[in-house]
């Protein structure tokens, strides 16, 4: 059944609910299980919409893990969008859709199966009060182009030139919409090149016989379509006619050309059939159990298909945000965004909604091979810091087998440090020898004399002498050794990383039959202490 859109109408109940498209049986509840990961430890829906994020090198088993995770939300009847980088994405999910029971609300948006007209949509949802949000989904769609660009730096550019692309949008379309009832991309092109030069020109009766943007202001003045308010329209007149004009020309020349350049992709081919020539579906069609699929991967639409991809996205995840205004029917099933290779669809706004979109019931999954992919893609003044902002709103993290030493710097630091005890063994020997000598001389001498005489009837006389002379000496020598051994076990504590950064690329089982047809991955989730008393644990996905 096809959706006629009416601008001058609301949403309606055709636009929740495709007849045969609809699982009506959801699970609303958050807190029930959704996939058990290991014994005790379960995945709730209240985990799903704390946000999941995937790292892993190509071919380490992202995705045999995360179809794990996107059968749960299928079968709990829950709508998603969907968004493809690479053809096989497309009978991926239609064998996930299938094979859970929800092959009959899959729907391929293409062009060709289905399209949208964004700027009549966006109309009919806002109005008049909520022109800026055109306005800002047309930015959108100039960042888009910018990050598709080989050419891009993706620096973020100066934002200036932001500032004016934003300023000449701002100033347009309010004026066409009031004057016409309607917007198309040829028009708003049209009305911003047919703008005057100079401020002479804007009296010159030659310029505003030819100029499309002249017809248009008359008419927003005296007979518009939908009226705008004086003020904003005088603050138009006045920007058009003087500030527009003040801009130097080859300035002015390069504003124009950073809008029209992209815009004009919409006036031909793929993007026109898919974005302007009528719509079939609307993203509020998925708060019904509609899984809609971006059927436009990237690596065969090239710029085309970022441009594409990020378009569809930027207008469901507005959607979502603004889901808790409408009817209480259309705000109780759950939805989910995935977004395989994420990096190649990033926005500005992904982090914005990221924070916001719990309350509305949606869960977001990323998947994507590296952190330094989401600084080379994401854009902005600070594309680092962007990049880490942005994954770090993910509570839950899927960390695979990867090969990115910064990538895995930055998951073992988000997995944290821990006390751990390494041992310690001390053995030694030791030895000691002792060698000494002594020596030493002696000598001695003397002499002794006696000499008597005695007188009687005979008479005699003795005499006698003597002498001694001696001497020697003496020598030794003496020698120790000694020898002693120790031995001693112990630990010593530290504050060290719970897993090691080289763990990532070196224990991750990957898949295949070498590994049992298992994929492993370090199952991470901030705020929750599993069974095994930490905030990881070691999961096991069969393929």
Same mark, same amino acid.
């Given at each position: 059944?096809?959706? $006629?859109?009416?601008?001058?109408?609301?949403?309606?109940?055709?636009? #929740?609910?495709?007849?045969?498209?609809?699982?009506?049986?959801? $699970?609303?509840?958050?807190?029930?299980?959704?996939?058990?990961?290991?014994?005790?430890?379960?995945?709730?829906?209240?985990?799903?919409?704390?946000?999941?994020?995937?790292?892993?090198?190509?071919?380490?088993?992202?995705?045999?893990?995360?179809?794990?995770?996107?059968?749960?939300?299928?079968?709990?009847?829950?709508?998603?969008?969907?968004?493809?980088?690479?053809?096989?994405?497309?009978?991926?999910?239609?064998?996930?859709?299938?094979?859970?029971?929800?092959?009959?609300?899959?729907?391929?948006?293409?062009?060709?199966?289905?399209?949208?007209?964004?700027? +009549?949509?966006?109309?009919?949802?806002?109005?008049?009060?909520?022109?800026?949000?055109?306005?800002?989904?047309?930015?959108?769609?100039?960042?888009?182009?910018?990050?598709?660009?080989?050419?891009?730096?993706?620096?973020?550019?100066?934002?200036?030139?932001?500032?004016?692309?934003?300023?000449?949008?701002?100033?347009?379309?309010?004026?066409?919409?009031?004057?016409?009832?309607?917007?198309?991309?040829?028009?708003?092109?049209?009305? !911003?090149?047919?703008?005057?030069?100079?401020?002479?020109?804007?009296?010159?009766?030659?310029?505003?016989?030819?100029?499309?943007?002249?017809?248009?202001?008359?008419?927003?003045?005296?007979?518009? $379509?939908?009226?705008?308010?004086?003020?904003?329209?005088?603050?138009?007149?006045?920007?058009?006619? +003087?500030?527009?004009?003040?801009?130097?020309?080859?300035?002015?020349?390069?504003?124009?050309?950073?809008?029209?350049?992209?815009?004009?992709?919409?006036?031909?081919?793929?993007?026109?059939?898919?974005?302007?020539?009528?719509?079939?579906?609307?993203?509020?069609?998925?708060?019904?159990?509609?899984?809609?699929?971006?059927?436009?991967?990237?690596? $065969?639409?090239?710029?085309?298909?970022? !441009?594409?991809? *990020?378009?569809?996205?930027?207008?469901?995840?507005?959607?979502?945000?603004?889901?808790?205004?409408?009817?209480?029917?259309?705000?109780?099933?759950?939805?989910?965004?995935?977004?395989?290779?994420?990096? %190649?669809?990033?926005?500005?706004?992904?982090?914005?909604?990221?924070?916001?979109?719990?309350?509305?019931?949606?869960?977001?999954?990323?998947?994507?091979?590296?952190?330094?992919?989401?600084?080379?893609?994401?854009?902005?003044?600070?594309?680092?810091?962007?990049?880490?902002?942005?994954?770090?709103?993910?509570?839950?993290?899927?960390?695979?087998?990867? *090969?990115?030493?910064?990538?895995?710097?930055?998951?073992?630091?988000?997995?944290?440090?821990?006390?751990?005890?390494?041992?310690?063994?001390?053995?030694?020997?030791?030895?000691?020898?002792?060698?000494?000598?002594?020596?030493?001389?002696?000598?001695?001498?003397?002499?002794?004399?006696?000499?008597?005489?005695?007188?009687?009837?005979?008479?005699?006389?003795?005499?006698?002498?003597?002498?001694?002379?001696?001497?020697?000496?003496?020598?030794?020598?003496?020698?120790?050794?000694?020898?002693?051994?120790? #031995?001693?076990?112990?630990?010593?504590?530290?504050?060290?990383?719970?897993?090691?950064?080289?763990?990532?690329?070196?224990?991750?089982?990957?898949?295949?039959?070498?590994?049992?047809? %298992?994929?492993?991955?370090?199952?991470?989730?901030?705020?929750?202490?599993?069974?095994?008393?930490?905030?990881?644990?070691?999961?096991?996905?069969?393929?």
């Amino acid at each position: 059944m096809g959706l $006629i859109v009416n601008v001058k109408s609301a949403l309606r109940a055709e636009d #929740f609910v495709r007849v045969g498209l609809d699982r009506r049986d959801f $699970i609303e509840d958050l807190n029930k299980p959704l996939l058990e990961l290991s014994r005790g430890n379960y995945w709730t829906g209240v985990d799903a919409t704390s946000h999941t994020h995937f790292f892993g090198r190509t071919g380490g088993g992202k995705t045999s893990a995360a179809k794990w995770l996107a059968g749960a939300m299928l079968r709990s009847g829950w709508g998603a969008l969907i968004t493809a980088v690479k053809p096989e994405d497309i009978a991926l999910w239609k064998g996930y859709a299938k094979e859970h029971g929800r092959g009959n609300s899959l729907l391929l948006f293409d062009g060709e199966n289905e399209t949208l007209n964004f700027l +009549e949509y966006l109309i009919r949802v806002n109005g008049m009060d909520g022109i800026g949000t055109v306005t800002e989904c047309l930015m959108k769609i100039l960042e888009a182009a910018r990050r598709a660009s080989s050419a891009a730096s993706n620096r973020g550019g100066d934002e200036f030139w932001n500032d004016a692309a934003r300023q000449v949008l701002r100033y347009a379309i309010p004026v066409l919409y009031s004057a016409t009832g309607t917007l198309s991309i040829p028009e708003i092109i049209r009305f !911003i090149t047919t703008a005057p030069a100079s401020v002479k020109e804007v009296t010159d009766r030659a310029w505003q016989d030819r100029s499309f943007m002249y017809k248009v202001m008359n008419a927003a003045c005296h007979r518009p $379509i939908v009226p705008m308010a004086r003020s904003a329209l005088q603050d138009a007149l006045n920007y058009w006619a +003087e500030q527009f004009c003040a801009i130097p020309d080859r300035t002015r020349g390069n504003v124009l050309i950073s809008i029209t350049t992209v815009l004009d992709r919409f006036n031909h081919g793929r993007l026109r059939r898919a974005f302007t020539e009528g719509s079939t579906v609307v993203p509020e069609l998925t708060f019904g159990g509609g899984l809609l699929l971006g059927a436009m991967p990237t690596t $065969i639409w090239q710029e085309d298909g970022v !441009i594409a991809q *990020s378009l569809l996205k930027f207008l469901w995840m507005r959607a979502v945000i603004s889901r808790n205004n409408l009817a209480p029917q259309h705000r109780e099933r759950p939805v989910f965004l995935w977004c395989d290779e994420a990096q %190649e669809t990033v926005s500005s706004y992904d982090g914005e909604f990221l924070s916001i979109c719990r309350s509305s019931k949606c869960a977001v999954v990323y998947l994507s091979q590296t952190l330094p992919g989401y600084i080379a893609k994401i854009g902005g003044d600070s594309p680092r810091d962007a990049a880490l902002g942005l994954v770090g709103k993910f509570a839950t993290h899927v960390l695979m087998a990867n *090969s990115c030493p910064e990538t895995n710097e930055f998951a073992a630091r988000m997995v944290g440090r821990v006390v751990k005890q390494r041992g310690t063994y001390n053995k030694g020997t030791s030895e000691s020898v002792n060698v000494g000598m002594n020596a030493g001389n002696s000598e001695n001498s003397g002499s002794s004399s006696s000499f008597s005489t005695s007188y009687g009837q005979g008479g005699g006389v003795n005499s006698s002498s003597g002498s001694s002379d001696g001497s020697g000496n003496s020598w030794g020598e003496n020698r120790g050794r000694g020898t002693s051994r120790n #031995f001693s076990v112990g630990c010593t504590e530290s504050i060290e990383y719970a897993i090691e950064p080289g763990d990532f690329g070196r224990i991750l089982k990957t898949g295949g039959p070498r590994n049992g047809n %298992e994929v492993t991955a370090i199952w991470y989730q901030a705020g929750r202490v599993f069974t095994s008393g930490t905030n990881f644990l070691l999961a096991r996905f069969k393929q």
